[in-house]
Structure formats: C-alpha cells, structure tokens
C-alpha cells in the first residue's frame, strides 16, 4: 500500500497512486513497506533480459498488479524495437573500476523514456482496474527531457491528455525542438516565462487546488503527473540499478554482493533516489553519489543539513539540472525520517513560506553516510567532456560529464576506489553545440545551424546522429503557444474547454 509523505491522505493501492500522482495534501506517494531482496534474488537476475529484471522489480512493488499485466506493460514500454540498444540500458566500460549505465537508447535520446515509456502503459492499466471513468490530465513541468519523453510515451493513449509546460529559455534548441514539433491529437506544449522552478510550482499549485480541481471534475477531467513526483514515474527507475550490477557480475567485473558507488547527475533528486530505493531493498550499494551544477542547492542540503531555495538561479551546460527546488527529496525525508510525516509536513510548509528548512543533525548523520555530494561548474564540465573523449574514446553529454568529474574527484578525496557506475543521463548528440564546442573549440560553431552542428559532432566521435533528432530539421512546429508563469491555471482550463 502507499502513504502520502504529508501523512493526511487515504493509504492506496499502487494503481490507485499511480492515477493519482500526487495526494490531496500536497505529498508524494511513498510505500508502506520496502520489499526486500537477497543473494538468491540477485542471481536470479544475472541470466535474464531487461524486460524480464524489469518484471520481476516490478512485481515487488505493484502488488495488486496481475503478472500477466505486468509483463505486457514491459513488453509494450522496451520492445517492439522502440531502443536501439538491445540491452536497453547498457553498461559500458570506460576505466578501470568506472563504468557508465546508459539510459539514453531510447526513442527521445534521454534517461527519461527509461520510465516514460512504461508510465502511461502502467496509468491506461490502473485506470482500468479502478474503474475511474474521468479523462485524465497529464500535467508536466519540464527542464527540458521529461517533457519530450512524457509527449512521446503518452501520444495518442486512449482516455488521457498531456499539458507540458517548459522555461521559454531554459531548454537546449534541440531539447526545444523535440518538444514542439510533437505530434499527437492529445498533446499540448506550452513555453513559460520564467525557469524550470516556476513552472513546476505552477503545476504543484494547480494539483494542490480543491477548488480548481472540483471544477475539472464537473466536466469529467481528473489531473494526474508524468513527472517523478508520480511513484509510476519513479518505480521503472528502480528496476536499470538492479540491471546494471547484474550486468556487471554476468560480465565477470565484480563476483557477486561486492558493492558498488552509482554517480548520479541531478536536479529533481527522482534519478537517485530510484538508486536508494534499490539499496533499501539489500542492493550491494556502497554509496549514491549526488552531482550537481552550479545550481548546487542540493549539495549545500547533502552536506549541512540546510535547504534553502533563496539563492540565485544559473543557466548552464545541464539546463535539465537548473533546478532549486528538488521535489523528490520529500521521499528521503519521510524514509530518513522513519515514516515522521507530521515533520516532513513542517518542512515541505517552511519550504513554502521562507524558502528553506533544515534537518536535525540526526537525520543529516544518516543522509551524510550513503549520499556524498559535490558540484562542478560549466568550465569543467566542458573540460571533462574533452579529456574523457581525448583519454578513453568516450563521448559525455554535460550532465553525465558533471557525474563523471564529481566521481573523479571524490575518489581523490576520499580514496574509496569501489567500483563506481556513473549513470549516464543522455545522449551527447541530445546537447549537441556544446559538446562540440568542448570537443572542437567554440569556433567551430560560429556560422552553423544545430543540425549541421550534429553532423560534424557524428564525425568527431564516430557515431551516427539518432534518426529521430536528424529528423527534427524537417518537422514543422506545431506548438508555439507562450505564458506567464500565474496563468498557468488559466491556460489548463481554456485547453479542456472549461470554463
């Protein structure tokens, strides 16, 4: 069953979460109980393909899911030849002891569609195992990938519609391009004016509305989230830390039950705490380590116990990681915690009325012995970039980059030389312009469309551009729609026709 971090919502069944997304008070879905795995588990996993490791995570988790429904949805989200890889999350080795999981085979070049392709099929499931009726609402706040693979994972599924809200300026062209050049009669994708922080909190205040909310569902429309604030969104997540160690154990790297440091680069805390949840279920992890850029709102949190979102706002290389207000912290605070949802309540409503909070020195102790954090600026995450590609042959996107120089430099520090994964969050043709510029020197963009710059990048690191970003140069713009930040709600109603 599932609980609201904010302890004031009905205990629910994973489908009844999952249609949902997020509780009436504001928090998140969290389970009751954390299944728990042994060494049999994990040798059971060694043999087996993606979609089959996916199933049995899965099944752990979404209880009152029938094996038969489980299996179709993993069938339908990773086969059908939807990645390119065969693996589907393929780890590579690049280094001695570094390893790099990439979840950017699929259809949007992103670690998103890791989840965004089974997350719809999961909802279409739910829906009808609880009989809802309504038509549901998707609405998702994006830095730039979540969006793209929500539009794509949801285009044309029966008895939904998908409002995605991206920074006017806060997305890379490509990332821009793959987002409103996206056909689907049920999609609608809208710039706003302000960063990625504005906009997910105009969605959080939208779904936080009784009244708002009243109003839609007189006229038959239930809201619901694509983005990882929704447990269907975090719970495929789970499922590659899992792959990526039996990987490692079939490839005879590491015998079985050594641990293993992931590096995770990111800005809404979703991608690691998947990992957290994996080490909570008897995953041999040693340590989760956070990167972050210049927007290191979560490394200041990781390392003092303080959250302050009362800071200045940077643009940068990782624009999907230009994010202060990290949503899925909430769920470490409720497990760090104990299951206290009466205090994680006082500091998600501090968060709200000052901008900041701050744990107890307890529950920082805790924190500190599993989530090393650090943080790299766009100068050296351009220079990691072309050292990697220039020592090892391997091409980095910014936001692995940044995972890659914090690993480098928390071996350094601390000496810990367990075998360390660095997940790799995104295709380096995704961020194209400035992985050339890292690889090739800024002149070599002077003069150049994105589209000419993907090919020269192709050349530099001999690989071919993923068809479905070489195909964006013909696709006409379908969406060109543009708002302020406080008529977020406004723009919802007058999409659904109401009034």
């Keep these: 069953m599932y609980v609201s971090s904010r302890g004031a919502a009905a205990r629910l069944t994973a489908a009844q979460a999952i249609a949902q997304g997020i509780a009436p008070d504001g928090g998140l879905f969290v389970p009751e109980a954390i299944p728990s795995i042994d060494g049999q588990f994990l040798t059971s996993l060694i043999p087996l393909t993606y979609q089959e490791r996916a199933a049995a995570i899965l099944r752990l988790f979404l209880t009152d899911y029938t094996d038969a429904e489980i299996t179709e949805c993993v069938a339908g989200a990773y086969g059908s030849g939807k990645f390119s890889n065969s693996a589907v999350a393929p780890v590579t080795r690049v280094a ?188 041999p992890v040693n340590k989760l380590i956070c990167a972050s850029n210049s927007n290191n709102v979560l490394t200041d949190f990781l390392t003092t116990g303080v959250y302050s979102r009362n800071r200045q706002f940077h643009k940068t290389y990782s624009p999907s990681m230009d994010i202060l207000i990290s949503s899925n912290l909430e769920r470490l605070l409720y497990h760090i915690t104990g299951g206290n949802s009466a205090q994680v309540s006082q500091w998600m409503t501090e968060l709200n009325t000052t901008g900041q909070y701050k744990i107890a020195d307890e529950y920082l102790a805790a924190i500190k012995a599993v989530f090393p954090a650090a943080w ?58 400035t992985v050339l510029a890292a690889l090739a020197g800024s002149d070599s963009l002077i003069g150049k469309t994105e589209f000419v710059a993907l090919q020269d990048l192709a050349k530099i690191i001999d690989r071919p551009v993923p068809p479905a970003l070489a195909e964006l140069e013909v696709k006409s713009v379908l969406h060109t729609a543009v708002c302020n930040k406080q008529d977020m709600p406004s723009v919802v109603k007058a999409q659904l026709h109401v009034k």
């Design 96 to 283: 001695d002891g570094t390893f790099a999981l990439e979840l950017w085979h699929g259809p949007t070049s992103a670690f998103k569609d890791m989840a965004l392709q089974l997350l719809p099929r999961l909802l279409v499931c739910a829906l009808k195992k609880i009989g809802e009726q309504a038509e549901i609402v998707i609405l998702v706040a994006t830095s730039g990938d979540t969006g793209k693979a929500a539009l794509e994972g949801f285009k044309d599924v029966e008895q939904t519609r998908v409002m995605v809200f991206y920074p006017e300026d806060g997305v890379s062209q490509i990332q821009r391009l793959q987002m409103i050049t996206q056909e689907g009669a049920n999609l609608k994708v809208i710039a706003v004016k302000g960063n990625f922080d504005d906009a997910q909190t105009g969605v959080k205040n939208i779904f936080s509305d009784k009244d708002y909310n009243a109003v839609l569902a007189e006229h038959g429309f239930k809201l619901s989230s694509a983005n990882s604030i929704n447990w269907g969104r975090l719970v495929p997540q789970i499922v590659y830390y899992f792959s990526a160690y039996a990987d490692l154990v079939r490839d005879k790297h590491i015998p079985l039950g050594t641990p293993v440091n992931f590096v995770v680069p990111t800005g809404n805390f979703g991608n690691i705490l998947a990992g957290y949840y994996a080490k909570l279920m008897g995953l």
């Design 376 to 433: 790299v600026s766009d100068e050296e995450t351009a220079a990691t970039i072309g050292q990697v590609h220039k020592e090892h042959g391997y091409p980095l996107d910014p936001h692995t980059a940044v995972a890659w120089q914090v690993a480098e430099n928390y071996r350094r520090q601390t000496g810990d030389t367990t075998p360390a994964i660095i997940v790799s969050t995104a295709s380096p043709f995704k961020f194209n312009e």
